[in-house]
Nanobody, 125 residues
Framework: QVQLVESGGGLVQPGGSLKLSCVGS????????MTWVRQVPGKGPEWVSD???????RYADSVKGRFSISRDNTKNTLYLQMNNLQPEDTAVYYC???????????????????RGQGTQVTVSP
């Protein structure tokens, strides 16, 4: 049974930091590209960042320079360090395995084969 379990979300003031974690099980985590995706109510999922099996990393322009993705394959864990958080970063954050590693992901959950339950990140004064 595939599971992705996120943790680390919470309420933080603008300019603050959070580190999200996602533990995967039930599939070959170490040999799969993994992504972080976020969603706000009423909108489709927004791709945030991904890391492939060779460690190649990409970020959405909106988070570049502030967020840092990493993975520890010995622990089947994906991380997202988020610094200088802003109110527009408020969303539910999901880790997800994409169906295909692509140059661009549409704003649709059909792009992802597995995802976790999500963790809420709220940035507010």
């Amino acid at each position: 049974q595939v599971q992705l379990v996120e943790s680390g979300g919470g309420l933080v003031q603008p300019g603050g930091s959070l580190k999200l974690s996602c533990v995967g099980s039930g599939f070959s985590f170490a040999v799969k590209p993994m992504t972080w995706v976020r969603q706000v109510p009423g909108k489709g999922p927004e791709w945030v960042s991904d890391i492939d099996i060779g460690g190649y990393i990409r970020y959405a322009d909106s988070v570049k320079g502030r967020f840092s993705i990493s993975r520890d394959n010995t622990k089947n864990t994906l991380y997202l360090q988020m610094n200088n958080l802003q109110p527009e970063d408020t969303a539910v954050y999901y880790c997800a395995k994409p169906r295909l590693y692509r140059m661009h992901y549409d704003s649709s959950w059909s792009e992802y084969e597995y995802r976790g339950q999500g963790t809420q990140v709220t940035v507010s004064p």
